[in-house]
Antibody, heavy 122, light 111 residues
Framework: QVQLQESGPGLVKSSQTLSLTCKVSGDSISRGGWYWSWIRQHPGKGLEWIASIYNSAKTYYSPSLKSRVSISLDTSRNQFSLKLSSVTAADTAAYYC??????????????WGQGTPVTVSS | QSVLTQPPSVSGAPGQRVTISCTGTNSNLGAGYDVEWYRQLPGTAPKLLIFGNTKRPSGVPDRISGSKSGTSASLAITGLQAEDEADYYCQSYDRSLSGYVFGTGTTVTVL
């Protein structure tokens, strides 16, 4: 069974860079075949896709966040990471990592982490 | 940004059938991209319910079904149970945004 676990600071100061890591077990992120993604959910709101990565060679970003986001793989540790720069209160949300199965344009999120809450303080 | 529109809420009595609509555009559902559905219980991560418009992952009961036609899709739950109380989201790919989009979300209430 594939399991994902997010980790990172629960509190980040405004204008700083948020860094999150997703540890994967039960699957190898270097094996290929699917993407690895980050999704967030603002308090009491819906889901928002942030970014996806495949084998470090293919990365996709939400147009609304592209200028501030970076996603990367660490195959030696079987984990992937998200960096979001210049954060503001609008970035306060629960952040989820997920495996994205299938070809990118027909992809779906079949395994999710439990989510990690992030608050941006002034 | 949510470019897939869902009703904010639907409700039904135990045992009844409810449907949740998901309306998109010619950049996503109308362009032939699949719709996927997720269920989210309070305080937990979303769980995949339907993929590829109509397919159920292992463990999802057959009283849950999905359909898609043109720019719209639907999720149907028959034999409504208390455990079905949750938020439901549709998801697809949008070629104008070159990324994934989610629906606005629907809260299902079991009366």
């Amino acid at each position: 069974q594939v399991q994902l676990q997010e980790s990172g600071p629960g509190l980040v100061k405004s204008s700083q860079t948020l860094s999150l890591t997703c540890k994967v077990s039960g699957d190898s992120i270097s094996r290929g075949g699917w993407y690895w993604s980050w999704i967030r959910q603002h308090p009491g709101k819906g889901l928002e896709w942030i970014a996806s990565i495949y084998n470090s060679a293919k990365t996709y970003y939400s147009p609304s966040l592209k200028s501030r986001v970076s996603i990367s793989l660490d195959t030696s540790r079987n984990q992937f990471s998200l960096k979001l720069s210049s954060v503001t209160a609008a970035d306060t949300a629960a952040y989820y990592c997920a495996r994205t199965y299938g070809d990118f344009v027909f992809g779906y999120f079949d395994f999710w982490g439990q989510g990690t809450p992030v608050t941006v303080s002034s | 940004q949510s470019v897939l529109t869902q009703p904010p809420s639907v409700s039904g009595a135990p045992g009844q059938r409810v449907t949740i609509s998901c309306t998109g555009t010619n950049s996503n559902l109308g362009a032939g991209y699949d719709v996927e559905w997720y269920r989210q219980l309070p305080g937990t991560a979303p769980k995949l319910l339907i993929f590829g418009n109509t397919k159920r992952p292992s463990g999802v009961p057959d009283r849950i079904s999905g359909s898609k036609s043109g720019t719209s899709a639907s999720l149907a739950i028959t034999g409504l149970q208390a455990e079905d109380e949750a938020d439901y989201y549709c998801q697809s790919y949008d070629r104008s945004l070159s990324g994934y989009v989610f629906g606005t979300g629907t809260t299902v209430t079991v009366l």
